[in-house]
């Protein structure tokens, strides 16, 4: 059986944000790194999110003050390394009589406002929605509102940016691999990975999501069983629903939450449940009482009823939160939780539990934090802190660079449509550059598989981002799924099997 005797400082399990976000910034402070993703990078519970990046307005009621404070306060910073896939929005959040009293939501939105040292984004201000044109999608008995900002984020694109970027600074990013085995020998960890290969690692990290407690249990044999609240979380997409570029947050009659947002310039988002999840995460997918939950509760703010005849694709994932004993799934902390393993003489391992999308480059320096004294000193490397200043491959540009940007690049390829040159600077951002290269029409950019994709960014996605299959491409790196037919993604899943081959 094929070995490899290298040595890695770090061997992370799990190609989701918290396993990609720990191993760009350990191979930016010089430590060597290996990362195993058992299918695509962020092809789980990552790519599931609502897309925000976000305080948490709900979670001021669970007085998780520490969580909302450092989220809030990780808005701008992440905005500013990532301005390609990340941007503001503004919500607006009806005032229900019946639900939340509107001294509440002034106070949690002073609150909001306050507490995350926000500089940037605008502040809270009241709408009478009798005359503001978001009140006009709306029931008339919402005369109340406010208006409040958070981000949009890319989420499946931040991971595959974090994973390219820690492969660019040296770490090891394997997709499709499986860690069959890890134990503990003469030092260090002994893993063993899909296909023969055994690798060194001087410490181990459990980022496996939803597979958190399996990796314990079944790959390293841990004896304390893993305090893990498996919750899942779905979504519906439907065709826009209103003209305005603003979203909501609307309240539910039980308590819940849920928003409707654009999304990808012609659909509405609008999600997400909460329910308690036992099963395979990998199986994971929407009930219809779901649908009709997240249907019903759009009805009762919008004049014209959301119906689940109007959804056009849904998605669902499985938080693996920390199990805090919560007696309902939505009062589940969402704050992380890292756990420490590290006998006397033996190398340390770190399990992550729960957290959101919002702190996961907070998530990653805690993480290194407590692996440190159990790491030899790198030779050299950024220090601590270092992934706040600097971005993310192609989001080198002002965050108020984006139309510049879009514009200097059809200055340079004057054939570009002005909603290609829009997808292609908000994907790669400045690294759009490298797809097109010195093309000067559509046909130099080779095959057109359909709605702007083409062989050179099919070259690119497989050269650069770690894309494998269709899936990879139509519904991580982009969402072109909504726009292509059945037809059109098998003939791009039958080009990435030629090159696979090597044909």
Excluded at 9 to 23: H, S, V
Excluded at 143 to 148: I, Q
Excluded at 171 to 197: F, I, K, M, P, Q
Aim: proline fraction near 5%; glycine fraction near 10%; charge should be neutral.
């Amino acid at each position: 059986m094929p070995a490899d005797t290298s040595t890695f400082d770090l061997a992370i399990i799990g190609g989701g944000i918290n396993g990609a976000g720990i191993a760009r910034d350990a191979a930016g402070r010089g430590w060597s790194v290996l990362l195993a993703e058992q299918g695509d990078l962020g092809s789980a519970t990552s790519s599931a999110s609502t897309k925000l990046i976000h305080g948490g307005l709900r979670y001021l009621e669970y007085y998780e003050f520490r969580l909302v404070r450092e989220a809030l306060m990780e808005r701008e910073v992440l905005w500013g390394i990532a301005p390609h896939i990340i941007w503001p929005l503004r919500f607006v959040l009806p005032h229900h009589k019946g639900i939340r009293p509107a001294w509440l939501l002034r106070t949690g939105l002073f609150l909001y406002d306050h507490i995350g040292g926000r500089k940037l984004l605008p502040a809270t201000r009241t709408l009478d929605l009798r005359r503001d044109p978001a009140g006009e999608m709306l029931k008339p008995e919402f005369s109340l509102g406010f208006e409040y900002s958070d981000c949009w984020v890319e989420d499946a694109r931040l991971v595959v940016l974090n994973a390219r970027d820690a492969a660019d600074r040296g770490a090891e990013v394997l997709t499709r691999t499986r860690v069959l085995a890890a134990t503990r020998e003469d030092g260090a960890w002994t893993v063993s990975l899909d296909g023969g290969r055994t690798i060194r690692a001087r410490a181990l990290v459990n980022a496996a999501g939803p597979w958190v407690a399996d990796v314990l249990g079944g790959v390293m044999h841990a004896n304390a069983p893993a305090k893990v609240r498996m919750v899942k979380g779905s979504h519906i997409v439907v065709k826009r629903l209103y003209p305005h570029d603003r979203c909501y947050f609307f309240q539910n009659a039980d308590g819940r939450i849920f928003f409707a947002i654009p999304y990808e310039r012609e659909f509405t988002l609008i999600g997400t449940t909460d329910q308690d999840f036992h099963g395979d995460p990998a199986g994971v997918s929407i009930s219809e009482d779901e649908i009709a939950y997240l249907c019903a509760g759009a009805s009762a703010y919008f004049r014209v009823p959301v119906t689940p005849a109007q959804v056009v694709w849904t998605y669902s994932g499985v938080r693996p939160l920390y199990d805090d004993g919560a007696s309902a799934a939505q009062e589940a902390t969402r704050d992380y939780v890292l756990k420490v393993d590290a006998p006397e003489g033996q190398p340390a391992s770190l399990s992550v539990f729960g957290g959101k999308i919002t702190t996961f480059r907070r998530l990653a320096e805690a993480a290194l934090a407590k692996l440190a004294p159990h790491l030899p000193t790198p030779k050299a490397g950024k220090p601590a802190g270092w992934t706040a200043r600097v971005a993310l491959p192609g989001g080198d540009f002002p965050r108020d660079g984006f139309v510049d940007l879009v514009t200097d690049l059809r200055l340079k390829h004057p054939f570009l449509g002005a909603e290609l040159a829009r997808r292609l600077v908000r994907a790669y951002g400045t690294r759009a550059a490298a797809i097109l290269n010195d093309a000067r029409s559509l046909g130099d950019l080779g095959t057109a598989y359909g709605a702007g994709l083409t062989e050179a960014e099919l070259d690119y996605l497989v050269r650069e981002e770690f894309v494998r299959t269709a899936a990879d491409v139509v519904w991580r790196r982009s969402k072109l799924g909504l726009r292509l037919g059945a037809g059109e993604i098998e003939r791009i899943d039958l080009a990435l099997q030629r090159r696979n081959l090597g044909t």
